[in-house]
């Protein structure tokens, strides 16, 4: 029998105990572990941005210790902001309603909404809009009415549609606005308008404040595409990702059929499949169980998955450039700087987003400039394009 040779990457407990919370609302926190590292798990809590959830779930402890008094009041805020956010939501929709504008928002508080997260997990003050391209300039000024503005020019706003899925993001005090007219950038290998989501949009009732969200497969779509944009192309590793995704599975009914009818629509097999495949990953890691059966990736996994799921994208707009995979980077990095790298995924989802960057973004940026990395591109035969290097 064929020895299997894979690593197995093995999590230190504070991380194993952070996911557990993070991954599953059900699970029972007993460990004297918090609160022993309490500072460390606060901070491991905060760059995966799950902290609210983390306080949410030990404020309930019956450990008498002194940083529970602290949570206390810090959730108490939390609430007060989240609720504030809400109420400014509903302003916004009132207008656009009166307007005749369709909208949905999405990610951030219809997370909320399919028990994805609490509210009170919700305290960043920005907004996901999305509305169709033709209502752009009546939107424009509708939140330029509710006291916004937006950060930039008209000439850097109409740039940045031609090649994103919003423009400029309009601020008011501590809130701020992206007004999305798609949701993939020039170039993406998927294809998702406007028309595709607002369609299906729901009104609906959150804590008595009306507001239009995705239905429940639009959102699953979008929180895939989300995730694939944050880990694949930038690099950014987060449980938040997961702990959304796996909770709107695990806490509503999903048409799976008409799910895989949209990632067929619009072509995005590829970003889908990473999204499901490491959330289910991951879920086995910690809980040695999946989240779904894996057969339900069949009908939507693409031939080269396996090839392609280990590449590292460029963080721009083509994502059929690729720099390589992580075992050629592994390698280059272990004989340059002797780092040691072991796993694959779970390694990357729970190291430190520096280190991380150090290793991968520079020898990106250091190819362009010096001479001297070129060598390592051509050792490894990775790919370059120098017109996406600024």
């Not at 029998?1 to 040779?5: F, I, L, N, Q």
């Not at 501590?174 to 290998?189: P, T």
């Given at each position: 029998?064929?020895?299997?040779?894979k690593e197995v990457y093995i999590i230190d407990k504070i991380d194993q105990e952070l996911s557990k919370i993070a991954l599953e609302n059900s699970y029972c926190i007993t460990s004297d572990l918090i609160f022993e590292n309490y500072e460390v798990f606060a901070e491991r809590a905060k760059k995966h941005e799950v902290y609210g959830a983390f306080i949410e779930r030990i404020v309930h402890n019956k450990n008498d210790n002194k940083c529970i008094k602290?949570?206390?009041?810090?959730?108490?805020?939390?609430?007060?902001?989240?609720?504030?956010?809400?109420?400014?939501?509903?302003?916004?929709?009132a207008a656009?309603?009166?307007?005749?504008?369709?909208?949905?928002?999405?990610?951030?508080?219809?997370?909320?909404?399919w028990k994805c997260c609490s509210l009170t997990e919700k305290v960043n003050t920005d907004f996901d809009l999305l509305i169709m391209p033709e209502d752009l300039e009546k939107a424009y000024g509708i939140v330029a009415t509710l006291g916004y503005k937006m950060a930039g020019s008209m000439k850097e706003d109409y740039s940045m549609r031609l090649l994103a899925w919003h423009g400029c993001t309009w601020h008011k005090g501590?809130?701020?606005?992206?007004?999305?007219?798609?949701?993939?950038?020039?170039?993406?290998?998927y294809k998702l308008d406007a028309e595709s989501i607002l369609k299906n949009l729901q009104e609906v009732s959150l804590q008595d404040v009306h507001i239009c969200v995705p239905a429940v497969e639009d959102q699953l779509l979008l929180l895939c595409i989300h995730m694939y944009h944050h880990e694949y192309r930038g690099m950014k590793f987060k449980l938040k990702y997961q702990r959304e995704i796996d909770?709107?599975?695990?806490?509503?009914?999903?048409?799976?059929?008409?799910?895989?009818?949209?990632v067929h629509r619009c072509?995005?097999?590829f970003v889908v499949s990473y999204a499901l495949y490491f959330c289910n990953e991951t879920y086995e890691l910690i809980f040695k169980k999946r989240l779904f059966d894996k057969t339900l990736l069949d009908d939507i996994l693409p031939e080269d998955f396996d090839k392609r799921k280990n590449q590292l994208a460029h963080r721009q707009f083509l994502d059929t450039r690729s720099f390589g995979d992580w075992d050629e980077y592994i390698i280059y990095w272990e004989k340059r700087f002797g780092y040691d790298w072991k796993g694959g995924?779970?390694?990357r989802l729970f190291s430190d987003e520096n280190y991380v960057a150090l290793r991968f973004f520079c020898l990106c940026f250091y190819y362009s400039v010096q001479s001297r990395w070129r060598k390592a591109y051509e050792e490894f035969n990775i790919k370059y394009d120098e017109r996406f290097f600024y």
């Open positions: 029998m064929k020895k299997d040779t602290d949570i206390k009041k810090e959730l108490a805020i939390r609430q007060i902001k989240s609720r504030k956010l809400l109420k400014e939501l509903g302003t916004i929709h656009f309603k009166t307007n005749g504008i369709k909208y949905v928002v999405f990610k951030g508080i219809a997370s909320v909404f501590e809130y701020s606005i992206e007004i999305h007219h798609r949701y993939d950038n020039y170039g993406d290998e909770n709107l599975i695990k806490n509503n009914f999903i048409n799976w059929d008409m799910f895989k009818n949209k072509d995005a097999k995924y779970a390694q």
